[in-house]
């Protein structure tokens, strides 16, 4: 084979690998254009698909700035809300302080309301203390009087006794005139006194006997009218007690200024002639008085006192 034939071969296989050639860059521009083609729809879809994501974003954004002008809104009232809620605040807390300032002027009235009330119970046991002591006083008189009525009557019958016998002593005194008067004037010249009566009424059958005093018709020692026995400071007031207050800690003794006592004074408390206690008076009243207990011995009615004396 001469050299010409091996050059047209080569420029044949040259041209066959040029088609070839040709045709492989041919089908690999066809598949990129293809996936070109695909890749630009997929981006269209995909522009698409955003265009309408931006779509909804503006919608979202839009409603978002409505919410949030909503919110500017709400939070501007939320702010004057706010300014008048901390005016009514600082007004409730001025409302408040005066509540507390006239809660303690309550108090303080109320305190002292308790201590008039306190006093007042105070002297509404003095007055109970007082109409027990008349009302016992009043019994007393009533039974003395009715003593006095029964003394009364029973004189009466011994008057009209009385009346009787010497009805009677009169008239034998005249039915014996003569032998009177002569026994009158024998009397008279002996002077011999009640002996020669004596015998001139033995002597006249017209001997009488006086009638004597009923010793039970005597009217009966009142020992409570006794004064009692003077010390060297003055009288020894004794009394008793006759009501025993322990809610408000005194006692009430049945003497009062009519009987010497004064706020002050000390008074040793008996009961069965032991002592068990002492009393000092603070309120004095004509026939009771009012005493704080100084010890913690208690007390009761009915309880013997006897002043303390002070030396």
């Known amino acids: 084979m001469g050299p010409k034939q091996v050059l047209a071969r080569v420029l044949q296989f ?3 690998l040029l088609f070839l050639a040709a045709g492989v860059f041919g089908v690999i521009g066809f598949l990129e254009a293809k996936k070109a083609e695909r890749h630009s729809e997929a981006l269209q879809q995909e522009l698409a698909q955003r265009e ?3 779509v909804a974003f503006e919608g979202e954004n839009q409603r978002l700035t409505q919410q949030l002008d909503r919110l500017r809104q709400e939070r501007t009232e ?4 706010a300014k008048l809620l901390d005016q009514q605040l600082e007004a409730t807390a001025q409302d408040l302080s005066q509540i507390e300032e006239q809660l303690a002027q309550a108090g303080e009235r109320r305190e ?33 009087e009715e ?19 010497h009805a009677a002593l009169a008239s034998k005194l005249a039915e014996g005139g003569g032998r009177m008067a002569s026994g ?6 002996s002077r011999s006194g009640p002996s020669g009566r004596l015998n001139i009424l033995v002597d006249s059958g017209a001997a009488h006997t006086a009638p004597t005093e009923d010793p039970e018709a005597m009217p009966e020692l009142d020992m409570a009218s006794l004064r009692e026995q003077d010390t060297p400071g003055g009288p020894t ?9 322990d809610t408000h800690g005194f006692v009430v003794l049945n003497k009062g200024s009519s009987d010497g006592v004064e706020v002050g004074m000390l008074f040793e408390v008996f009961r069965e002639s032991l002592p068990i206690g002492r009393v000092r008076a603070i309120r004095v009243r004509n ?21 303390v004396t002070v030396r």
């Open 14 to 16: 040259g041209l066959i």
């Open 52 to 54: 309408q994501e931006l």
């Open 78 to 81: 939320l702010q004057r809300r």
């Open 112 to 144: 002292q309301l308790a201590d008039v009330k306190a006093e007042l119970e105070s002297e509404l046991a003095y007055v109970r203390a007082e109409r027990d002591m008349a009302q016992g006083e009043a019994e007393e008189a009533e039974r003395q």
């Open 147 to 165: 003593e006095l009525a029964r003394a009364i009557e029973e004189v009466r019958v011994k008057l009209d006794a009385v009346k009787r016998d």
């Open 184 to 189: 009158v004037r024998m009397l008279s010249d």
């Open 237 to 245: 007031i004794h009394g008793q007690l006759v009501q025993v207050n």
């Open 287 to 307: 026939r009771v008085s009012a005493c704080d207990v100084l010890t913690s011995e208690p007390l009761q009615a009915g309880d013997r006192l006897v002043q």
